[in-house]
């Protein structure tokens, strides 16, 4: 078994008991108490769970509702957090754009700039800005379909985001923590969101207020990895001084 595919399954153990020992997941999986220390370690790093003395406990998460649901969800939001990305994105950039209502929603404000060139995951906002008179370069990432959100991820998807090098990764998440930094409650998603900032110059954050202090499952970068926090809202308390130290802008 693949260690992705073993971390999964951990994973679900957790999330089913509560808890798990490291001899009890070594026994589950037939392997050796340095590996389980490795999955776990790797699982912790992310976000997904906690490592204690001798094993792991759950967290508790934010999770998310189906992709229509969230469509309709916080419309005013999303609206003013794409007037805002139009004025951070400049004619003719490049850009990383991946799966997420918000990135949807922020597609049509895209149509005031001409030129740009979009490498995306997503077949909706690809199919958006293809729409739009402007000139648009648009690139679709293949990789395995999943057709609640029509997004493309997986290892092919991560292969051909790496092909690429843009200004800018504009990406949304499904929420931010002062300590745990922005995380997504989908592995695969989390997974297309890290290729994206490793392989752009600056990572612009898009998420709504509702999303400040909560912790989803898998992590998709620390604080400092962010150059610009697009909201329709100022964070407060912990979460503005943790940006602040960690040289966020917010947008």
Do not use: W
Not at 46 to 61: C, D, F, N, S
Not at 63 to 92: F, N, P, Q, W
Not at 197 to 222: D, P, T, Y
């Amino acid at each position: 078994m693949k260690p992705k595919d073993r971390q999964a399954k951990i994973l679900e153990i957790v999330s089913r008991t509560g808890e798990v020992s490291v001899e009890t997941l070594a026994g589950t999986f037939d392997i050796s108490l340095e590996t389980v220390r490795r999955d776990l370690e790797s699982l912790a790093s992310t976000g997904a769970l906690h490592k204690v003395r001798g094993g792991a406990r759950r967290i508790k998460l934010m999770t998310e509702g189906s992709y229509r649901e969230r469509m309709v969800e916080h419309a005013e939001a999303k609206a003013e957090i794409g007037r805002k990305l139009c004025e951070l994105v400049e004619d003719g950039d490049t850009i990383f754009m991946d799966t997420g209502t918000t990135t949807l929603a922020c597609a049509d404000a895209l149509a005031a700039r001409s030129g740009l060139t979009v490498i995306t995951n997503s077949l909706h906002i690809a199919q958006r800005l293809g729409e739009q008179p402007a000139g648009h370069r648009l690139f679709l990432l293949g990789g395995a379909y999943g057709a609640d959100n029509s997004q493309t991820v997986g290892s092919l998807t991560i292969e051909q985001a790496e092909r690429y090098q843009a200004d800018h990764a504009v990406l949304t998440v499904a929420a931010l923590d002062a300590e745990a930094g922005a995380m997504d409650a989908d592995f695969d998603e989390a997974q297309v969101a890290r290729t994206m900032i490793e392989h752009a110059r600056n990572a612009i954050v898009l998420a709504n207020s509702g999303k400040f202090g909560r912790r989803a499952a898998f992590r998709v970068c620390r604080l400092d990895r962010i150059g610009v926090l697009v909201s329709e809202r100022r964070p407060e308390g912990p979460l503005a001084d943790a940006l602040g130290t960690a040289g966020v802008r917010v947008a």
